[in-house]
């Protein structure tokens, strides 16, 4: 059925269930909003949080218009996926994107709140998910993709 990109199929089907899994789990497991289980202490926790903001914690209270959002982005992406022919890292990058897009716009549209858990304690960072790892994933991967049109390296079209 997805013969055009089917990396981009592929990682964003892995990334959203991934992170709705995750998500599921941490509820079940920690049950109570700011439970926090440390794996390294001081370090890295898995602490349950409710978000309702976007990536990081950023927006708070946005919930209304980020699931929107988060709608029109898995759309305009859906749409490229099957109209234009991407290499593999950005069928990768974009497929990471719409993982995180969508992950979220579950979260949103569903419980009106972002389940988040990831507490990197020694970036004293914000909580966040496997979503949000997916689009930083896939701006990293967009970005390697592109160095030679930002004029680094060696032009691979």
């Known amino acids: ?13 892995v990334g959203v269930v991934a992170d ?6 941490i509820v079940l497991s920690l049950q109570t909003v ?3 289980q440390p794996l390294w202490p001081g370090v890295f926790h898995l602490t349950y949080v409710l978000n309702t903001g976007a990536a990081f914690s950023l927006f708070r209270d946005g919930v209304d218009w980020l699931k929107w959002l988060s709608l029109g982005v898995s759309a305009g992406l859906t749409v490229l996926a099957l109209k234009v022919k991407l290499n593999r890292l950005e069928q990768a990058g ?3 994107i719409l993982a995180g897009a969508v992950g979220n716009g579950i979260d949103r549209f569903r419980l009106g709140h972002v389940v988040d858990f990831l507490d990197a304690r020694f970036l004293n960072f914000p909580v966040f ?9 896939g701006i990293l991967a967009l970005l390697w993709a ?5 004029g680094f390296g060696a032009k691979s079209r």
């Open 1 to 13: 059925m997805f013969k055009l990109n089917p990396l981009f199929w592929r990682v964003a089907l």
């Open 20 to 25: 709705q899994l995750s998500k599921e789990i």
């Open 34 to 36: 700011g439970a926090s």
């Open 94 to 96: 974009y497929g990471f």
């Open 129 to 137: 998910n496997v979503a949000d790892v997916c689009i930083n994933l």
């Open 146 to 150: 592109n160095l030679p049109e930002l």
